[in-house]
Structures are given as structure tokens and as C-alpha cells.
């Protein structure tokens, strides 16, 4: 069985020279940076995934449980799962979710879940000037 590879990692071809070397630093470390955060992304979803896992084994259903309540946590870490992979991008959350864009903002709103942490190297309201 062929395994599955969650990174690609391109050889590096040996340099001609420093100086040739040195131009091309600057594209080593954007890959690295984007390897890095996509890393840091795949542990956070294994993460919530575990605890989830948790919460659920650890429920006695036996004593009642509020299902509307565990629905509705149930879709926000759907949705903070889907934010974490696509690095605060709601359109390809959307997209994974199968919801409309519009819809996961809604959703997003109601459960009043902060982006800030989904998003890499700048928070939300610093995205937003930034936009402006």
C-alpha cells in the first residue's frame, strides 16, 4: 500500500556556489515558512480531533445529554477544524464543509468564532486595515 504524503519536500540540488546559493534564500525560506505553518496546521487538527474523540468517549449518555448543545458544538469544531487546514481562508472552508461561503460566515458570526487564530503572521483586525 502506497502511503500517503502530506508534504512535498523538493531535493535540494547541490550549489554551484555561495553566491549562487544566496539567491535563492530568499525562496528557501518562503518554502520553509509555508511547510512549517502547513505542519503547525496538521498537528492543531489532530489535535482537536483528539480531544473531541475524548469528550465523546468520556459522555454517559445514560444521564441525559442536551443534543442541541452537543450539535452545535459539534459544528464549531467542524468549522474550527476546517479554518485550521485552510489557514482562516472561509472560502475553501466553505468549500470543505460543502456550505455556502455565505453560510459558513454566518455560522461563523452566531458561534462567534475568532479568526484571529486561524490566520498566519497577522491578526484579523490588522487583515481588515490592511484591506482597507
Known amino acids: 500500500m502506497k502511503s500517503k504524503r502530506f508534504f512535498?519536500?523538493?531535493p535540494a540540488a547541490?550549489?554551484?556556489s555561495a553566491a549562487a546559493d544566496a539567491?535563492?534564500?530568499?525562496?528557501?525560506?518562503a518554502a520553509l515558512q509555508r511547510l512549517v505553518l502547513q505542519m503547525l496546521s496538521e498537528v492543531q487538527?489532530?489535535?482537536m480531533a483528539?480531544?473531541?474523540?475524548?469528550?465523546?468517549?468520556?459522555?454517559?449518555?445514560?444521564k441525559g445529554v442536551d443534543f442541541y448543545d452537543e450539535v452545535e458544538q459539534f459544528e464549531i469544531d467542524l468549522i474550527e477544524r476546517?479554518?485550521?487546514?485552510t489557514r482562516g481562508n472561509q472560502a475553501q472552508a466553505a468549500h470543505l464543509l460543502n456550505l455556502s461561503p455565505t453560510?459558513?460566515?454566518?455560522?461563523?458570526?452566531?458561534?462567534?468564532?475568532?479568526?484571529?487564530?486561524?490566520?498566519p503572521n497577522y491578526t484579523f483586525?490588522?487583515?481588515?486595515?490592511?484591506a482597507s
Not at 453560510?103 to 490566520?119: A, C, E, G, P, V
Not at 483586525?125 to 490592511?130: A, G, K, T, W, Y
Request: proline letters at 4%; glycine letters at 2%.
Open 23 to 29: 539567491g535563492h534564500l530568499p525562496e528557501s525560506i
Open 125 to 130: 483586525s490588522e487583515r481588515v486595515r490592511i
Open 82 to 85: 476546517a479554518l485550521l487546514i
Open 14 to 16: 547541490a550549489p554551484e
Open 45 to 47: 487538527a489532530i489535535t
Open 8 to 10: 512535498d519536500i523538493a
Open 50 to 62: 483528539q480531544t473531541t474523540s475524548t469528550i465523546l468517549k468520556n459522555q454517559n449518555i445514560e
Open 103 to 119: 453560510t459558513l460566515n454566518s455560522k461563523i458570526k452566531h458561534y462567534q468564532i475568532n479568526l484571529d487564530r486561524f490566520l
